[in-house]
Nanobody, 127 residues
Framework: HVQLVESGGGSVQAGGFLRLSCVAS????????VGWLRQVLGKEREAVAV????????YYDDAVKGRFTIFQEDANDTLYLQMNNMKSDDTAMYYC?????????????????????WGQGTQVTVS
């Protein structure tokens, strides 16, 4: 049984930075798709950054390109989202997610239906 747990959220001023972490309980030895998604209060959830666990390539929403980085730390099997130069529009509940190793191309990375493991969410607030 695998669960995902996010941490690292909080309040930060515009221009600041945060690093979100996602830890999995239980191990899956496959090139899974992993990602970060966020949901603004009253809005639909949207994908922010998605990648294959073993790949250096990633897909980013245009709103965060050049500011956010998704990466995996193999030593502790933790997924991170580094968020730099944060803006007020980044305020949201952030979720990590994982799913089967499907090919990523076009805009299919944006579709959350590919993910079947979800964290509980961590709140990020930018003043």
């Amino acid at each position: 049984h695998v669960q995902l747990v996010e941490s690292g959220g909080g309040s930060v001023q515009a221009g600041g930075f945060l690093r979100l972490s996602c830890v999995a309980s239980g191990s899956i030895y496959s090139d899974a798709c992993v990602g970060w998604l966020r949901q603004v209060l009253g809005k639909e959830r949207e994908a922010v950054a998605v990648k294959h666990r073993r790949s250096d390539s990633a897909y980013y929403d245009d709103a965060v390109k050049g500011r956010f980085t998704i990466f995996q730390e193999d030593a502790n099997d933790t997924l991170y989202l580094q968020m730099n130069n944060m803006k007020s529009d980044d305020t949201a509940m952030y979720y990590c997610a994982a799913g089967p190793s499907i090919p990523l191309y076009g805009d299919n990375w944006r579709n959350e239906r590919y993910f079947d493991l979800w964290g509980q969410g961590t709140q990020v607030t930018v003043s």
